[in-house]
């Protein structure tokens, strides 16, 4: 696999449940960011997390990284209709490559009223 | 934080004609970025540019494309000579300051090559 896979390639759930979806990379990185996309809209920044935090919470949104795993999820509780869209990680190596993200292939979330 | 503005927001245009997208950040930045995403594909990192210079640029940021900003303010993406595969879309993005990391993307400008 590439480097920011995810998985589920696709979730469907229901209004109030949680989703969690799963990022894997290969390479060294500095930090590991979260993104959501609405169909053919620009893509949201949600969460960043550095290579040296385990966890970071923001409102309904848990972010983990294992980095002796090289993976990462994105757990987002009481999930609502208006969470559907595509979830990417992406990964940033630092270093002189401030900013180049590597992107992964991203979940589709639909969440059923 | 907003992220930036891009302009035009859906271009379509013939093969082999130029194209310039526009990105107008809406704070002082150093550091600017432009990704691109085909229609199911990854969002792609094409090349970043700090202090008027680009940085670091992606295998596929060939001769076909060049980035400039021309008047300080305005950050430009130029296609010279448009491919049906350049059909995409073209992110503008900055980081939140010098050492924040985050990077914030605008909306994205459509383009389609006929």
């Known amino acids: 696999s590439q480097q920011g896979e995810e998985d589920p390639q696709a979730l469907s759930i229901q209004e109030g449940e949680n989703a969690t979806m799963n990022c894997s990379y290969k390479t060294s990185i500095n930090n590991l960011q979260w993104y959501r996309q609405n169909s053919g809209r620009g893509l949201v920044h949600l969460i960043l997390?550095?290579?040296?935090?385990r966890e970071k919470h923001s409102g309904r949104l848990r972010v983990t990284l294992d980095t002796s795993k090289k993976s990462s999820s994105l757990l987002i509780t009481a999930s609502r209709a208006a969470d559907t869209a595509s979830y990417f990680c992406?990964?940033?190596?630092?270093?002189?490559?401030?900013?180049?993200?590597?992107f992964g292939q991203g979940t589709i979330l639909t969440v059923h009223p | 934080e907003p992220e930036v503005t891009q302009t035009p927001s859906h271009q379509v245009t013939q093969m082999g004609q130029e194209v310039i997208l526009r990105c107008v950040p809406i704070s002082n930045h150093l550091y600017f970025y432009w990704y691109r995403q085909i229609l199911g594909q990854k969002v792609e990192f094409l090349v970043s540019f700090y202090n008027n210079e680009i940085s670091e640029k992606s295998e596929i940021f060939d001769d076909q494309f060049s980035v400039e900003r021309p008047d300080g303010s305005n950050f430009t993406l130029k296609i010279r000579s448009t491919k049906l595969e350049d059909s995409a879309m073209y992110f503008c993005?900055?980081?939140?300051?010098?050492?924040?990391?985050?990077?914030?993307f605008g909306e994205g400008s459509w383009l389609t090559v006929v």
């Open positions: 997390i550095r290579s040296n935090e």
């Open positions: 993005a900055r980081d939140a300051d010098p050492f924040g990391n985050t990077i914030y």
């Open positions: 992406a990964t940033d190596a630092g270093g002189t490559s401030y900013g180049k993200l590597t």
